[in-house]
Structures are given as C-alpha cells and as structure tokens.
C-alpha cells in the first residue's frame, strides 16, 4: 500500500486506490476483531523468526488487544472515507508526501496493540511515532509546522526513551523481554513503583496528559485533517492502551497509591485541557486541546480501576474499566467526526480561524447538522454516546466511599467535583466552537461564499454520527462485548451481581443502585417534541413574520460590521473566573481620547503555565549543562587520555561490584 | 396492575407538573408584590400570559436557522421529561428507572446547551451575552450540584430518586448537619439556575444585567411561551427535587391495594401543593431581602456551594466513621 502511495505524486488517481485498500484492511482487521471479542475473546498467539536473532518477534492478540483493535481500524475506515474527498478537494503539489506513511501509521498502531515482547512492542511504537511524524511534516513549508514537528520529535523520543527504561527496569530479574515472562515474574516493590512512574511519563507524553501534552494541540492540527482524526482520536488510545497492558496486565497486584496519582493527574489533565481549549481561536487546535480533556477522564477511571482492584473490590474496578474503555470508543468516535468537521470547514472556507467563520449552518448543512451531533455527543448530553461514558464514570466514582483509605475517600470527592467541572466547561466549549463557526453572521467574506463539501467526506462523517447516536441509545451490547477484557484485566465483569440484565438497559452492579435508559429518553422526547409542534401549530398559531433584527444600528453587507459575539468574546467571562489566576489571563482595553478617530483595541494576553512554570525551565538547565560540557570539546590530548583511562577504571571496579 | 398504575401516575405527574408551573410562577410573583407593598396581579396572570403568547405570531430574523425554530421544542420537552422524572406525589412513577439523579442534571444541561446555542443563532450582541454568562454559570453549578448527589449518595447509596425518597421516609436519617449543608448548597445552585436574584433577575430588562433574558431576547410568540413555559416548569422542577430529597414526608409510596395507593397518591399531591405553596413563599421571602450581585461575583457565590457541600461529604465520612 505504502508502494502504491510512493507513485501516487504522479499519478492522482492512485490516492483512491490508497484510501480504499487501506479501508478495506481495516475493515477486515475491525471485523476480525469483533467476532474474536464476540466469541469470547480467547488470545492468539505467533511468533514470528524476525527481529534480533535471539529474540523472535512475539505477536498475541488477546480481548483487550481486540477492543483496541476494533477502534483503530474502525478509525482507519472512517478517516480514509474522508480522507479519499480530503485528499482530492486539497490537491497541493507543494506538499510533502501523505499517501505512502498513511498506510505505515495504521499498520503501526495495529503491531503496537499485538505486540507481545518488549522489543517488537517499542519497534512498533516508534514507527508509529515516526510515521505520524512524517505526516505531521506534509505541509512543511509553514514554518509553524516545522516548530510543531521537531517539539513532537523531542516528546516522541523522551516518552519512547522512557518506556525503554520501564521495560528495561520489568525483565532485569530474569532478562526475558517477552510479556509472558514479564507477567510471570511479579517485579520488586521498587522496580513495580519505578516502572509505574516511568510508563505513565511515556505513554502519558504519548496521550497528552498535562504537562507532557505540549507537543498535542501544535503537531494535532498541523497534519492533514483524516490524519489530525486519526492522531487525537486513535493515536492518544493506544497510549492508553499501553497503560492498561503494563499496569494492569504485566505488572500484576497493583498498589492503591499508583490509581491515586493517575486520578491526580487525570483531573488536573481532564480541567486543564478544557481551560485551553476555551482559550483558543484555532478550530484543530480547540479540538487537540480538547482530546487532552478527554484523556484526562479516561486516565481518571483508570485510577479508580486500578484503586478498585487494588481493594480487591473488581466488579467495581470493572465498571471503572467499562467506562474507561467505553470513552475510549466514544471519543474516537466524536473526536473524528469533529475533526472531519473541521477539515470540512477548513476546505469549505480556506481558513480555521473561529473569527473569520460564522453562519455556516446555511450554507452547509449536512455539516452543520453532523457538527451538531458531535458537539452534543462530546458535551456528554443524553441521550447520546458521550453521556454514558460520563455516567459510568460517575457511578464509579460514587462507590468512592467504600474504599478503605481515607485520603482517597475524600481525594475521590474532590475528582469527582473536578469531572463535573471539566464535563461543564466541555459543554460552554463546544457551544462556543458550535456558536461561532455554524451559527449567527459570517464574520468574513470566504465564511459567506462557502458551499457544502463532497459526498465521500460527508459520508466519512456520517459513520461516526450515526454511531454516537447508536451506542447512546444501547451502550449495554458494546459494554459485553467489553467484557472477556474486563474479565482478563479485572476477573469480573460490571454487570456481575444484578440477576435480572435485559440487552436494552443500563444497571451495572448493585452496590450503588441505579439505571439508565437512552433509548426510552429518546423516544420519550421525540414522541413528546413531536406532539407538541403538532398541538401549538394546529391549535394556537403557525403564524411567521420574517424581518431583520436589531444589531445596535450596525447592519451592513460588510461582514466585518456587525456588532454579534466572537469566539474571544463568549469565553471572557470563563476567562475572568478561571484563566485569570490559571493562565494570568489579562484583558488590555486600548481606549483612544476623546476626538481621536482610530478604534479602540482590547487586547487578551495570556501564559502557558505548563511552559512558563516546567518546560522554560527545563531548556535553561539544559542549556547550562551544554555550556559547562563544552569544556570537554576543547581540551589537550592528554587530558581526554586521561578521562578515557579514569572512565575505563570505574567501568572495572561496576562490574567487579555487580559480578560478585 | 402496578405497572398501569405506575404509568397512570406518571401521565397525572406529567400533566400535574404542567398546570402547576405557572401557578408556582404567579405565587411568587404575587408574595414578593405584597411583601413590597404592592397589590400585584393574580397568581392565574402567568396562564394568561402564556394564552397570549402562544396565539400571537412568531417574528423571525431573516438570518434565523432551523436551529432557531426547533430549540423551543426540544428545550421544553427535555425539561418537561426531567419534571416527570421527579418523584413529587408518589415514588411508584414508570419513568424512575430511565434516569437518575445523574441523568437528571444532564438532561437539564442538554436543554441549556440548546437554548444558548439558539442564543447565538441570530447574530445579535445580546444573545452572545447571554449564553456566554450562562454556560459560565452553569460551569460553575454543575460541580457544586454533583457534590450535593455526592454526599447524598454516601447516605443512602443510591442515585435514584425514588429509592432516596423512600429512604428518607424511612426515618433511619434522623437530622444530620452534612444534610443540612448539602440542602443549603442544592438551594444555591437551584437560585443560580433559575436565574433568580442574587444571580440573575427574572424581572429586568436592563441589557447589561440581563443573563437568561438577554439569550432569549429573540424570541417571540409560541416560541417565547414555549421558553417561558420552560423556566416554570424548572423552578417547579427544582422545587420538587428539594422536596424530594429532603422533605419528601407526604408523598405515597409502594402500598398493597390499588384503592390504598390512590388514596395515598391524592394525599401525596395535597402535601406537594402545601410544601410549593411554603417554597414559593420563602424563595419570595428571600428574593425580596438580597439585592443582585455582579455578574463575576457569581463565581464566589457558586463557589462557595461547592465548598459547603464538599464539607457535607466529608462530616459524612467522620460521622459515619466509614
């Protein structure tokens, strides 16, 4: 495929042939991996004679790697729909080359989720790293894209780097870098507490959990919009999937203290990440920011999953795992659809600027309406998909109080107060990025001349649509086809002791007693809704008057003229409560004297603490340390014999103390 | 023969819920008017008001979506299912298990989410006003909510209305000061989202002050009594749900015979028009003896809902020595 896509800068119409075999993969392996869950989810095993020649390449499938296999390639299929009218619509000689790592992306993230020894597991999760890298770099010439891809490269290979260590740290007591053997041989207290740290700062940098999500909202937006889909929607779960098989597969018996710091940091990533999406102008950008908030509430019931077990109470820790894997699917989904969205947008308009948009829900309407279903799904509004991730999560949380240790009891509160914080703001978010960009005037010239995108894009986002409403109304089917991975990593499913479970509702474990029904809310409401037009248009008034409304005596053709609500304008209030103390979020009004004639400006400035309190930091010592090494450059040959002769000897006397 | 009449309950509730909002509405209007010295208008003005706006027509911006036409619909159906959702006269409703306390509050974002959508759908400064300082306020609301649920669900261990009515009744609770702070935190959230003073005032039409008002400042006629009938319906909502968690003595529960449980049921409704009647009041009472704050100090305000009911979870845990 990736050969087929190296003669496709010839050739054009190659693109399809690209996009649709690797839908077609995709397809097959997402099939696949659904009736492997279905039948019970049993583990396949292959051991492939490549590799380092000691060590052969292990490949093992077992329920959890399907799981994930179902979301990757059922991203796979959506974003190469889309991708196929993408490709087509922005056909820029100029641009570096999409179609040949495409393929090798998906293919990477796939050998990630089989791999079963350390080796082939970090081969494949840097040619996973290396290929979106390459994509990230497509539109090279801008030199923001550049920035993004060398910070990306930089995070890419610290995280890898670190699950190097982590791996390194699990097989040192017996030196067989197989998962097999890793699980076997229960690792030290010491070494356990190191790798978790280790694992959660490389897969975390790889998932964007706060401060290691830097690099997400600049290399996200920066590549082709089916690839931005793919990279926030897939590429962030297998980071997560990562996390689970170390920590709650290979590691064995957890420690409580190990969920308590990811629920830590899940919450601070989960309100963090929605405080700088309300903060940004940049559609792609408010969505990668976005995807860290979303990464948050999955890290978060992770933790309670793993506090769960860790308390031996696992029909819980597995409705924590049910809700973690079911966001895991769910945001795939939203997070793709809105990504298409803006890659719609962006081809429709040339631009992805909030300001310059505006109105849109007339003049592409299928789009406007698809957005609307994606913004409601992520806002976590019933009865779509977004909302039952959110309520497992919370029924998780509510059994906080049968744990035995007292700081997390009261821990647990205080992140449940930070979900419903984050969950909150989410919903002002997408209203915002809902508001601005479809509804009210456009705001420019190319915003008012945009006509609705082709038929594969548009069917590339109907999928994901159509499946946010679906696993809404019946989360129950996707939660058991969940289970034989639940019962791998947990040994119980969340379903385990209520008797009576009909496929159409919600009522996980009966410790805390309670149900859901989206389908019955759905039909309720259109069954109400519809009534009620029926009744008002026929009993009291259907009557319509069409006139112009009051914009405070601004109404010209101008775009710019019009006095309606900007994108910087809807968050000032939340930027006042909370970004002023978070970010030091300043707002400067520029007021001309009186009889002056230019306008008066207001200004918005704001930090990134993550920068200004760690990575700034970070680049200084580290150019320090460069500053006092360069002494070595430039020093007499007997010295640098010297320091060999001193490095040789302390090199002896190790491996005299460790041979012993 | 339960479940018909637990259908039967949920269809009284859902018509009670409806004829009784704007009843709620004029009592408050006319407690405050002779609390202030005046005479006010009758507590059936609402009715009227609704009559006439519903025969009236609909004027429209040119630039209005279809958003714009469908919102009031969906806002009032969402917010109307939510209202049937509370137990208010009887536990035994069909509808309890679709959604929980949970659910509940997330229905209620939904018809939010909506309406400050359709606030932006014109293009109009005052729309973007108002739905901005909305979803602020209900950002600030909804964890201070969750955490009132929170400490609620560490009691009876469950999130399902009717379960903790029956609970309460059951008298096992007894007076305890974590629920005295939670139902302290659950009134300030209920004032912050029914757009009541200190928050916001129901009454002006002063541009600036304006939160709820100014996002529905485009609408007009069936839509505008579709709205209105909305926010009634929430503060009956809101009302009901206080008196569901904490006051719910009064209300018919699970009975042997049919005749018992009617007899019960219409006993329920007499104590749920009692304790509106005694709310309306008290919400008058208040309403009239606090002046509105700043909009950015609704931040403090909300803030200290949350810490007071964080509070309540944990005198919780202590008490309970769990």
């Not at chain 1, 049910?322 to 659809?337: C, D, E, G, I, P």
Request: proline share 5%; charged share 10%.
């Amino acid at each position: 495929m990736a050969a087929t896509g190296v003669a496709a800068r010839r050739l054009p119409q190659v693109s399809g042939i690209v996009y649709g075999g690797t839908a077609g993969a995709c397809t097959l392996a997402a099939l696949w991996a659904a009736l492997r869950l279905a039948g019970g989810g049993a583990a396949d095993e292959l051991v492939l004679p490549v590799g380092l020649p000691w060590i052969h390449a292990h490949l093992r499938a077992d329920a959890l790697s399907a799981v994930f296999l179902l979301v990757v390639n059922f991203g796979g299929i959506t974003a190469s729909l889309f991708g196929w009218g993408y490709a087509r619509a922005h056909h820029d000689s100029h641009a570096g080359p999409v179609l040949p790592f495409y393929p090798l992306f998906l293919a990477g993230m796939n050998m990630v989720l089989v791999a079963d020894d350390a080796f082939t597991f970090l081969v494949s999760w840097e040619f996973m790293s290396l290929a979106s890298w390459l994509l990230v770099l497509s539109n090279h010439r801008e030199a923001e894209t550049q920035r993004a891809a060398r910070l990306y490269l930089i995070m890419a290979s610290f995280g890898t780097a670190c699950l190097l260590l982590a791996f390194g740290l699990l097989a040192t007591a017996h030196g067989d870098y197989s998962f097999a053997a890793i699980r076997a041989h229960a690792p030290s207290a010491t070494a356990a507490a190191l790798g978790v740290i280790l694992v959660l700062l490389g897969a975390g940098s790889k998932a964007g959990i706060v401060p290691l999500h830097v690099w997400l909202p600049l290399a996200h937006p920066a590549a082709p919009s089916h690839v931005s889909a793919l990279m926030s929607g897939v590429m962030t779960k297998v980071a997560v999937y990562a996390m689970i098989r170390v920590l709650f597969d290979l590691l064995g018996e957890p420690d409580w203290w190990w969920g308590g710091v990811m629920m830590a940091f899940g919450a601070v990533t989960a309100v963090m990440g929605v405080l700088y999406a309300l903060m940004q102008e940049d559609v792609k950008r408010l969505l990668a920011y976005s995807t860290v908030e979303n990464i948050g509430a999955i890290v978060i019931a992770l933790g309670l999953a793993l506090v769960f077990k860790a308390s031996h109470t696992p029909v819980i820790a597995a409705l924590a795992l049910a809700a973690a894997l079911l966001h895991v699917v769910n945001h795939s989904l939203f997070k793709s659809l809105l990504f298409f969205v803006a890659g719609a947008v962006l081809t429709a308009t040339g631009t992805r600027d909030l300001n310059q948009l505006g109105g849109l829900i007339h003049r592409m309407p299928t789009t406007a309406f698809l957005a609307l279903v994606g913004a409601a799904a992520i806002s976590a509004l019933p009865p779509l998909n977004g909302f039952v991730g959110e309520w497992l999560l919370f029924q998780a949380i509510l059994n906080g109080p049968a744990l035995p240790e007292w700081s997390l009891k009261i821990g647990i509160a205080v992140v449940g107060a930070a979900v419903a914080l984050a969950t909150a703001l989410a919903a002002a978010c997408f209203v915002r990025f809902y508001g601005t960009a479809f509804l009210g005037r456009p705001r420019s010239r190319v915003a008012n001349a945009a006509v609705e995108i082709g038929m594969a894009m548009r069917l590339g986002m109907v999928v994901p649509a159509v499946l946010c409403v679906a696993l809404g109304v019946l989360p129950t089917p996707l939660i058991r086809l969940f289970q034989p991975a639940l019962r791998q990593m947990v040994e119980a499913g969340p379903f385990d002791d209520r008797a009576y479970q009909p496929w159409f509702w919600l009522a996980p474990t009966s410790a805390i007693g309670n149900s859901y029904n989206g389908l019955i809310m759905l039909v309720v409401i259109g069954l109400l809704s519809s009534v009620l037009v029926l009744v008002i248009h026929r009993r009291a008034s259907d009557r319509v008057r069409w006139s112009i409304p009051w914009g405070c005596g601004f109404d010209g053709p101008d775009p710019a003229a019009v006095t309606q609500y900007t994108a910087s304008s809807f968050s000032q209030p939340i930027r006042r409560a909370f970004g002023s103390t978070v970010f030091h979020a300043r707002d400067r009004v520029d007021m001309p004297e009186p009889g002056e004639t230019r306008p008066a400006r207001l200004s918005v400035t704001w930090t990134d603490p993550a920068w200004t309190m760690i990575f700034v930091p970070i680049v200084r010592a580290v150019n320090w340390l460069a500053e006092r090494a360069n002494v070595l450059q430039f020093m007499t040959i007997r010295r640098y014999l010297t320091l060999m002769f001193l490095a040789l000897v302390v090199l002896l006397v190790m491996v005299a103390v460790t041979q012993r | 023969m339960t479940m018909l009449l637990a259908t039967l309950y949920q269809i009284v509730q859902m018509l009670l819920v409806l004829a009784l909002a704007p009843l709620l509405t004029g009592w408050v209007r006319l407690v405050k008017a002779r609390l202030v010295g005046r005479r006010g208008p009758s507590p059936v003005q609402p009715y009227r008001d609704l009559l006439r706006l519903l025969r009236k027509e609909v004027v429209l911006a040119r630039n209005a979506s279809w958003l714009f036409r469908a919102v009031p619909y969906l806002m009032f159906t969402a917010i109307w299912l939510a209202a049937g959702l509370v137990p208010i006269f009887t536990t035994q409703l069909a509808l309890a298990p679709t959604a929980d306390l949970i659910a509940l509050i997330a229905l209620l974002g939904s018809a939010r989410f909506f309406l400050a959508l359709a606030g932006m759908d014109i293009g109009t400064s005052f729309g973007g006003i108002g739905s901005s300082r909305e979803m602020m306020i209900a950002a600030l609301a909804e964890p201070a909510m969750l955490m009132v649920v929170f400490s609620v669900s560490i009691l009876v261990r469950t999130t399902s209305l009717a379960e903790i009515a029956d609970f309460m009744m059951s008298g096992v609770v007894g007076l305890r000061i974590s629920l005295a702070l939670a139902l302290i935190a659950l009134i300030m959230v209920a004032i912050a989202e029914n757009a009541r003073i200190p928050i916001d005032n129901p009454a002006t039409h002063l541009e600036l002050t304006m939160v709820h008002e100014a996002m529905v400042l485009e609408y007009s006629g069936r839509h505008l009594a579709l709205v209105e009938a909305a926010s009634m319906l929430k503060m009956l909502l809101y009302m009901g749900l206080i008196a569901c968690i904490f006051v719910p003595w009064g209300m018919a529960t699970a009975s042997a015979g049919v005749g018992q449980g009617i007899v019960a049921a219409l006993w329920g409704m007499v104590a749920f028009a009692l304790k509106l009647a005694v709310g309306g009041a008290l919400l008058a009472l208040f309403e009239t003896s606090i002046a509105k704050m700043r909009v950015f100090r609704v931040g403090e305000f909300l803030g200290g809902a949350l810490l007071l009911s964080l509070l309540g979870a944990i005198f919780l845990y202590v008490s309970r020595g769990v």
